[in-house]
């Protein structure tokens, strides 16, 4: 199975998830439910007769040190009151390490929100939820904390060049020339003028639960950090407002983002003036990395969705250019 080449081999989920529940003092294994959305690690939820949550088997290629250091980012989000599920300590240690057939794992218990991501609900987002989720991201963005990120997620438009060398022999004609004149426009920003602060990084529909009671809840914070704040707000119209399912009713979705963004955060001329270009080369991004995923194997609902979403998003853009 796909997902268990994320952490070397495919496990006996139930035998982990009764060790889990022993160790943790989660009362009897019930049953568990494998998570198939998201690219990374290997999460699923594990119902015990004390209620249920969320566990997640980091992918064999984080490091201790990179697994910390997502708990850390955990702790001062939930310590800054951004609505975010908590981690759940093992004999006061967030990661618990598991050995089988010579293998080690880690992973670390979070706790459940009773919903779903805003990528399986898949209705166009309403402008209560967008007003609920501009005072998230504000919140988030006054954090003080100084985590620098060191180096951008490959989906991200700072990789935009970096990611068509990998894939440029992949693409057709037509993508590849609209790729070049993108890194053009790009090449011309200077991103020394964009401000920084706190960001999450990756704020797409499958990092957004909404839970039962409407309430909107941030997750995966493995891309947060100090970092250009403008990548957040290009994630948020790409990736959450935008969907090619609702397009007619997009244009005026994003129009109330920007301007309960600003009522709170207001963003400088420079950044209004890039940002058309840098939601062209997060959208290409997208297309070079879900087009390459394609062809290695991955083609997965999920990265068809993501690949028609991007495409059909380029050709929005580029006639309002």
Not at 113 to 119: A, S, T, V
Not at 176 to 191: H, M, N, P, R
Not at 236 to 249: A, G, R, W
């Amino acid at each position: 199975m796909e997902l268990f080449k994320r952490i070397g081999q495919e496990i006996d989920i139930e035998k982990l998830s009764k060790e889990i529940c022993g160790s943790y003092q989660f009362g009897q294994y019930n049953r568990h439910e494998l998570i198939f959305v998201g690219i990374d690690d290997l999460s699923y939820y594990l119902y015990t007769s004390n209620g249920r949550y969320l566990v997640k088997i980091m992918n064999k290629e984080k490091t201790k040190e990179d697994i910390s250091e997502f708990v850390q980012k955990n702790m001062i989000i939930n310590k800054n009151y951004v609505h975010a599920p908590k981690i759940i300590l093992h004999n006061e240690e967030a990661i618990f390490t598991y050995n089988i057939n010579d293998l080690q794992i880690n992973l670390i218990v979070m706790e459940c929100i009773d919903g779903m991501d805003l990528y399986s609900i898949n209705k166009v987002i309403t402008k209560e939820d967008i007003d609920k989720l501009v005072d998230m991201v504000v919140t988030f963005h006054k954090i003080e904390e100084k985590i620098e990120i060191n180096d951008y997620d490959e989906y991200c438009f700072m990789k935009i060049k970096y990611d068509y060398e990998k894939t440029e022999k992949y693409l057709p004609k037509d993508i590849k020339t609209q790729i070049e004149e993108v890194i053009k426009e790009f090449d011309k920003i200077e991103l020394g003028k964009l401000p920084k602060c706190f960001i999450h990084g990756d704020l797409i529909s499958t990092n957004i639960m909404k839970d039962k009671n409407n309430q909107l809840w941030l997750i995966d914070f493995y891309e947060s950090g100090v970092g250009i704040r403008i990548l957040d707000i290009v994630k948020i119209l790409n990736s959450v407002i935008y969907n090619y399912q609702y397009e007619d009713e997009t244009n005026k979705l994003e129009e109330h983002f920007l301007h309960r963004y600003e009522e709170e955060m207001p963003l400088t001329e420079y950044e209004l003036k890039v940002l058309p270009v840098l939601r062209k080369a997060d959208a290409l991004v997208g297309i070079m990395l879900e087009t390459y995923d394609a062809l290695r194997g991955r083609d997965n609902v999920e990265n068809q969705y993501w690949l028609e979403n991007d495409t059909r998003l380029i050709k929005k853009l580029e006639k309002e250019s």
